[in-house]
């Protein structure tokens, strides 16, 4: 069946430094969404990326979604103590039958 | 989300006990989720409705049960709690599989 590796597991960082996260499936996805989770928060939606080799910004944070639409990355550009939290992928499959969500990157940021 | 509301944020109860999560969106989406996250684990779904009187299941749907029978609500049943359910649960609602999904706050069930 489809798996979804997310790596790292956990990343500590020092304020202002960049951040990557990597999200890779075993199987071709129709999409990909990603979401942040603050300590004792709740997921919320960040972006969603649809076309192979697609890349797309927001302020600090670049989303890429692979050429093979088998794997995407969020980076972070000079972090700040507000990005804390879990970063999570959600792959979805193609023909859009069946979202699955890596296992997150846990954040922290030392001020 | 103000648009979707979980209850009760916490809940602690006893093995073998009959517990009920509750879930409301205002936002009118179609679809709606129920995933328990666990430590290490991320979010696993449990249940998912596509519509009212429409459910399947989801990556862990044994010891759980749910219905909806009105398109806002969508509660999830533990008709014997166990120890191993134990998670913090989050309900999502979104307009479609492959859209994205808006969060409720989460309930934390302890079962002792």
């Known amino acids: 069946g489809q798996q979804v590796m997310q790596i790292p597991q956990y990343q500590h960082v020092q304020e202002g430094e960049d951040f990557t996260t990597y999200c890779n499936s075993s199987t071709t996805l129709s999409n990909i969404q990603w979401y942040k989770q603050r300590p004792g928060g709740h997921p919320v939606f960040l972006i969603q990326l649809v076309k192979s080799g697609e890349v797309k910004k927001q302020k600090r944070l670049t989303f890429q979604f692979g050429e093979a639409k088998k794997n995407s990355s969020l980076h972070i550009t000079a972090t700040q103590t507000t990005d804390v939290g879990t970063y999570f992928c959600?792959?979805?499959?193609?023909?859009?039958?069946?979202?699955?969500f890596g296992a997150g990157t846990r954040l922290f940021v030392k001020a | 989300d103000a648009g979707i509301t979980q209850s009760p944020r916490y809940k602690i109860t006893e093995t073998g006990r009959q517990v009920t999560l509750m879930c409301h969106q205002t936002w009118s989406h179609s679809y709606m989720f129920w995933y328990r996250q666990d430590l290490g684990h991320g979010l696993r779904l449990i249940y998912y409705?596509?519509?009212?009187?429409?459910?399947d299941k989801g990556e862990v749907p044994d010891g759980y049960v749910v219905s909806r029978s009105k398109t806002e609500n969508f509660p999830l049943t533990l008709e014997s709690a166990t120890r191993s359910q134990t998670s913090v649960y989050f309900c999502?609602?979104?307009?479609?599989?492959?859209?994205?999904?808006?969060f409720g706050d989460g309930t934390r069930l302890s079962i002792l």
């Open positions: 959600a792959a979805i499959n193609t023909g859009g039958f069946k979202t699955i």
């Open positions: 409705s596509a519509a009212a009187d429409i459910t």
């Open positions: 999502a609602s979104g307009t479609g599989l492959a859209q994205p999904q808006h």
